[in-house]
């Protein structure tokens, strides 16, 4: 009995597991005058980067839990970007981009945090990539927890889809569920020395990559979400899109092709 309860506590893990890689999150914004330079052939030139440590967001629900070190973070993400002709962890004086990183875990909503909104929050995003709520009269529900996770894991745009299109609930869903996340903002380093004081932070692009945390190790889902979502960093997209790790046949654009077959709104 004993070897049955462990025989089928390990197929559930190896579920949970599948089930966490099949919806990855990414959301990938890039300024308008951000261009990814390829060469003669079509391949993409190298970008010089140095890593600027951000803001680490440790699980709220389980206090005792291993802090994900900054380190260890970059040396899991840094394979697959430099896939992508990524120069990593270079000194500030010899990069062409600072990559500030923040990383963590979301807080899933439970019945305790079920604090809702009467408003729906609409985020608008600006030119320079930066995101104004407004409030809009609303009969969705949408907890003030799950807001908060929105703007970490890059699902902000969910309020301009339709409300009740199958990829806004998809995206509502994985605002309010627990989740590795990691997001990138690069900041060309000859707008940050020629800025002044009285001049906007302008990013060139920022990535947000997330993964549901279910019977998944930290290091495969931080190597999951950086495989899968390094060879966009620097596009444009106009919503988020759900990848999934398995399909090995995903080639194109996930705009153009949505995994789980999501209506154009």
């Known amino acids: 009995m004993k070897f049955l309860l462990l025989s089928v506590f390990s197929v559930l893990l190896t579920n949970l597991n599948a089930d966490s890689k099949s919806r990855i999150l990414v959301y990938s914004w890039a300024n308008e005058n951000y261009v990814r330079l390829v060469d003669g052939n079509g391949h993409i030139l190298p970008e010089i980067c140095a890593f600027l440590e951000g803001n680490y967001y440790p699980d709220p629900l389980n206090e005792g839990s291993e802090d994900v070190s900054f380190d260890r973070l970059i ?18 004086e010899v990069s062409d981009y600072i990559l500030l990183v923040n990383w963590g875990f979301t807080e899933e909503v439970t019945e305790d945090s079920m604090d809702f909104f009467e408003e ?68 060309s380093k000859l ?6 004081d ?37 596009s444009d997209w106009e919503t988020p899109s759900f990848l999934d790790f398995h399909d090995k046949n995903f080639s194109t654009e996930p705009n153009q092709l949505e995994y789980l077959g999501v209506e154009e709104d």
């Open 75 to 92: 040396k899991l993400l840094a394979p697959e970007m430099m896939k992508q002709n990524f120069i990593l962890d270079q000194p500030p």
């Open 120 to 187: 729906e929050i609409i985020f608008i995003e600006s030119e320079d990539g930066y995101i104004e709520e407004v409030s809009t009269n609303s009969s969705n529900e949408f907890s003030s927890l799950g807001r908060d996770n929105s703007k970490l894991i890059g699902a902000m745009k969910m309020s301009q889809l339709y409300p009740y299109s199958l990829k806004r609930k998809l995206l509502l869903e994985a605002s309010e569920e627990k989740r590795l996340f990691v997001n990138i903002t690069a900041f």
């Open 191 to 196: 707008h940050l020395v020629e800025k002044k």
């Open 198 to 234: 009285s001049d906007a932070l302008e990013a060139e692009w920022i990535t947000f990559l997330s993964i549901p945390f279910y019977g998944i190790e930290v290091d495969e889902a931080v190597k999951s979400i950086a495989e899968m979502g390094s060879r966009y960093m620097g």
